[in-house]
């Protein structure tokens, strides 16, 4: 065989499935996506007309504003509710928690460790429908609730998180599992810092938080990026918790879930297909310039780039 | 030469298929969709029993067809998801022969060429559908023709436990007098929410009144009672009355204010609201007559007598006095496809649609009856005491539009319902925010009044 033609026979043997998956569960929808958009499809999934109606649903077009149009108060509410939804969720759960997560399990007996981390992966491991099932249980607004009933302890008045605080519920339901990932990755990295550099540390007189703070998180600057990066794209579609705990609740309709319900969620008006499409290509834009710009903050050029010394 | 070969073929040909055709059996597969639905099974059942009946008649009268019915069940979480479902199997060619569907689909099923036009089938059958309710077919009516057949009809109305009203102090007279002062207009929408307050604050019920959780039917008769008329048939299209929805946007954040209306109460399950109603916690509850079951069996009650002594059934009260109350009926429909079979379906559907089979579905799912003669049945004055008490109600019936965006329609009255009961938004703007989403997302399909 020649070198040539075992190039290519390697090229599709290696890349070709990952091509195939890449343009059939990528490309493709994108594609669909962005055509539907511009369509009239709804219920009856027939096309008469090319139209920007669906993005006219979206934005007026208005002198005033800044950008020459306006967003309809429900598109910017979804908006805003997306911001507080990945930031919280991202900021506090899946960066700050499972950072903590990962020093702390880290610093105790591995078997002790081990427990802990198994226990903080249970939430992921189980099915989202039980796991939503146990959320509602916990905040049932009534005294059965798990959470009254800790709070009756202490004598206070039962709470109703679902109306009073939604978006506090679904950060905390989200994270709880967007935690576990986080933990996993960089426990991983904490534990391949090489050893001597704690002893070193150590000799020098360094206590916990000056080796935390000068080996650990220097050496964790990588995977925060990625973890940062990755899961914030994971959020800005993620919807599955909150529908399953809030169900179409207005006051977190999300982006995605306003997608949702628009397209195919049962019994709430749904079979808007071009305006669901509409939405979605909207939040992929927005994706694509979060990535951008957390790619350009995180520095993920420098991650990426080929090593400086060359391995033969 | 070729002549002559194309000459004996054709003669050939035409030689087998004449020899052939009396002694080949011909038969015919109608497809059934139907969703998996325990307040229906027999939907789907008496279809299937028509088709053997219908064989037995084939066989009787020495023709060879038979019919076999392939019953496609869906497991959608209800009859709007599994109206879309339906949508999405006709337009990749799967239509159905025949469907079960909630009547209020049938513009969107005549708009996608998938529901046939039955008035031929109704006149050449006349016999057959002669004694339906008419009333009924108002229902499955699309621009004045109808596209289906009832095959079920409900009630839906307010339901009071009488045991809270009698621990607040009520008197026997009060009790059953109350759907007589609905009836004249005298009880209102807000003297409804004052009594159930008046449940709650001496302690009698939890809560005082709860509605359905989600999107649904149910909000249209409490529409109705403002005075909103959701459809205009001449120009079949929908239509809102900003006034009339900023009145019942009013009056729902009058009930939450009182405390007889639970704030959160789109969040909930539908478990917690079935839960609250029937262990005796609210005083009343918005939902249907086929809930009489499930409250016979949760209060323990064994007869009819019991059974109003428990609980009174009044309409939706008028919006203001002297006004008319509303209740809400929704029937399921048997839509027949526009396929090459849909004689023989419409047929299995005018059999299915019998007093005996349709007697049957109605007193084992507690729906009320398609045809006037069902009530006289014996099987209904022993089993369907209920539909008996409920069929007068029909009087004060409206019905869901039936037009494509129905769905759409709701799912923007319910996120104003949902705002103004969270407290999200006053009465006022939760009215401006819903009629901008209407002119937006509805355009030339609904008509704005003031």
């Known amino acids: ?222 995977p925060l990026s990625y973890i940062t990066v990755f899961q914030a794209l994971a959020l800005l579609v993620s919807f599955e918790y909150i529908f399953l705990i809030m169900g179409p609740a207005r006051s977190t309709m999300t982006m995605a879930m306003l997608a949702y319900t628009k397209t195919l969620a049962p019994d709430i008006g749904s079979g808007q297909y071009a305006y669901g499409a509409a939405i979605t290509l909207i939040l992929i834009v927005v994706g694509v310039a979060v990535a951008l710009i957390l790619y350009r903050l995180a520095n993920m050029k420098a991650l990426l780039a080929r090593p400086r010394i060359e391995v033969h | 030469m070729k002549r002559t070969i194309l000459t004996a073929a054709t003669a050939a040909l035409l030689a087998t298929t004449a020899h052939v055709a009396p002694v080949a059996a011909e038969d015919v597969t109608v497809t059934l969709w139907s969703r998996a639905d325990r307040s229906g099974p027999l939907r789907a059942g008496n279809i299937m029993d028509a088709a053997e009946q219908l064989n037995r008649m084939f066989e009787a009268a020495g023709a060879d067809t038979r019919v076999t019915v392939e019953l496609i069940e869906t497991n959608a979480k209800g009859f709007d998801a599994d109206a879309l479902d339906l949508l999405k199997a006709h337009s990749v060619g799967e239509t159905p022969d025949i469907a079960v569907a909630a009547h209020e689909w049938i513009g969107s099923f005549v708009e996608a060429e998938f529901a046939a036009n039955l008035e031929e089938h109704i006149a050449a059958n006349e016999t057959m559908y002669a004694d339906i309710i008419p009333s009924l077919w108002n229902a499955v009516k699309y621009k004045g023709e109808r596209y289906g057949i009832p095959q079920d009809s409900e009630v839906r109305m307010f339901f009071v436990n009488n045991d809270i009203l009698r621990e607040m102090g009520k008197d026997e007279a009060f009790i059953s007098n109350l759907q007589g002062r609905v009836e004249a207009g005298e009880f209102t929408m807000y003297d409804w929410c004052d009594l159930a307050a008046e449940a709650v604050d001496s302690g009698a019920a939890e809560y005082g009144w709860v509605h359905r959780p989600n999107v649904g039917p149910d909000f249209q008769m409490a529409m109705a009672a403002f005075g909103i008329d959701i459809y205009n048939d001449e120009e079949a299209r929908l239509q809102i009355t900003r006034s009339g929805l900023q009145d019942y946007y009013e009056w729902l954040d009058y009930c939450v204010d009182n405390g007889s209306l639970p704030a959160d109460l789109t969040t909930w399950t539908w478990d917690s609201v079935h839960d609250a109603f029937r262990s005796g916690k609210a005083m009343g509850k918005f939902h249907g007559i086929w809930n009489v079951g499930a409250q016979m069996e949760a209060f323990d009650l064994s007869n009819a007598d019991a059974y109003f002594d428990k609980l009174t059934w009044i309409h939706a009260p008028a919006g203001e006095e002297g006004g008319e109350p509303k209740n809400l009926s929704h029937p399921i429909v048997y839509v027949v496809g526009d396929t090459e079979n849909k004689d023989i379906a419409a047929m299995l559907v005018a059999m299915a649609s019998q007093h005996v089979p349709n007697t049957k579905h109605a007193v084992t799912t507690n729906h009320t009856p398609i045809n006037y003669g069902q009530t006289a049945m014996p099987e209904f004055q022993d089993k369907g005491w209920a539909l008996i008490a409920g069929t007068p109600m029909l009087d004060y019936a409206e019905f869901m539009p039936n037009h494509a965006k129905i769905g759409q329609y709701n799912a923007i009255t319910f996120m104003g319902v949902q705002a103004v009961e969270t407290g999200e938004m006053s009465p006022e703007d939760a009215t401006a925010f819903v009629i901008e989403e209407m002119e937006i997302e509805l355009g030339d399909d609904v008509i704005i009044l003031d």
């Open chain 1, 1 to 222: 065989m020649s070198s040539a033609t075992r190039q290519a026979t390697n090229a599709l043997v290696f890349l070709g499935p990952a091509c195939l998956f890449l343009v059939a569960l990528l490309v493709i929808p994108i594609g669909v996506d962005l055509v539907v958009a511009f369509t009239d499809m709804s219920q009856t999934l027939t096309v008469d007309d090319l139209t920007t109606e669906q993005f006219r649903k979206i934005a007026t077009p208005s002198d005033e504003a800044l950008l020459g149009f306006e967003l309809r108060y429900s598109f910017y509410k979804a908006l805003m509710l997306t911001a507080v939804y990945v930031t919280c969720t991202l900021t506090i759960f899946n960066v700050g928690f499972a950072l903590v997560l990962a020093l702390t399990t880290t610093a105790l007996p591995d078997w002790l460790g081990g427990i802990y981390r198994a226990i903080w992966l249970l939430p992921r491991m189980s099915p989202s429908v039980v796991y939503a099932l146990l959320w509602l249980w916990s905040v049932d607004p009534t005294e059965r609730g798990l959470l009254n009933q800790v709070l009756g302890v202490f004598g206070i008045a039962p709470i109703n998180m679902k109306l009073d605080a939604p978006m506090v519920l679904i950060v905390f339901a989200n994270g709880f599992i967007g935690a576990s990932i986080g933990m996993l990755i960089l426990t991983s990295a904490i534990r391949s810092i090489p050893e001597h550099l704690f002893h070193a540390a150590r000799a020098d007189g360094a206590g916990s938080l000056s080796v935390v703070r000068h080996i650990v998180l220097p050496h964790l600057r990588w």
